[in-house]
């Protein structure tokens, strides 16, 4: 065989075994990278758990604020149709007061007819309203 032949086998021999060495140390940073990764992945899981725990905790006090927000507007209603009688029965007192006070004024003037009217309007406002 030709001399250069003997020289290229040599340089691949030298090349396995160079390759072998960083091979071997790559395997051992591949356990090193392996066991960071690991603790990187455990890391995140125990984050995401965090993450999750607190997601759930919003979203229970978003139920709580929305069951809040829901009496608060029910509360509203009542009020709103408390007040609307209020006005009602204010309304009918007004009216009331005027027939009473018409119907003082005939019978000072002796308008009788007209008081016995008035009278019956006054009953009747009862009902109206009623």
Known sequence: ????????????????????????????????????????VERLKTEMEKRSEEQK?????????????????AECEELKRETRFIVQQTARTQIKLGLMFRILKARETGHLDEAALLTQMLRSVKCIFC
């Open 1 to 40: 065989m030709a001399p250069f032949l003997s020289l290229g086998r040599l340089r691949v021999a030298v090349r396995s075994r160079k390759g072998f060495k960083s091979r071997s140390r790559a395997k051992h940073g591949k356990k090193r990278g392996t066991k960071e990764l690991r603790g990187r």
């Open 57 to 73: 905790d919003i979203r229970e006090r978003q139920r709580q604020v929305k069951d809040k927000v829901t009496a608060i507007e």
